[in-house]
């Protein structure tokens, strides 16, 4: 693992149709910085790890729990351990999340 990066050089890859990311992880977590095309879906689904979006730019419709709400940049949404979540890019979005612990799905 390096101490310093660059997003640049880190290869880009298709994590789900219209979700595009470049991945850092760590022993213990995961930041996920993700290009996001208008009208792109994340289906419902659920996981271990706990998670933090937090949206750059764009307008990203969450639903976490049951609950939507519409978030625009300098938005973050907290989702625990094994919640439902889904979502839908309004606009183009750039989010970056934080998972803990490691997506190792995403290696």
Do not use: W
């Amino acid at each position: 693992m390096h101490s310093f990066l660059s997003i640049a050089d880190i290869p880009e890859k298709e994590i789900i149709s219209g979700f595009f990311g470049k991945m850092i992880h760590t022993n213990g977590l995961t930041v996920a910085h993700f290009r996001i095309l208008a009208g792109s879906v994340l289906p419902e689904h659920h996981h271990v790890h706990e998670q933090v979006t937090n949206v750059i730019s764009g307008e990203l419709e969450m639903t976490i729990n049951g609950e939507t709400r519409v978030c625009k940049a300098g938005d973050s949404a907290l989702i625990p351990s094994h919640i439902p979540h889904s979502g839908r890019a309004r606009t183009d979005c750039y989010v970056i999340d934080v998972f803990c612990p490691t997506r190792e799905d995403y290696r």
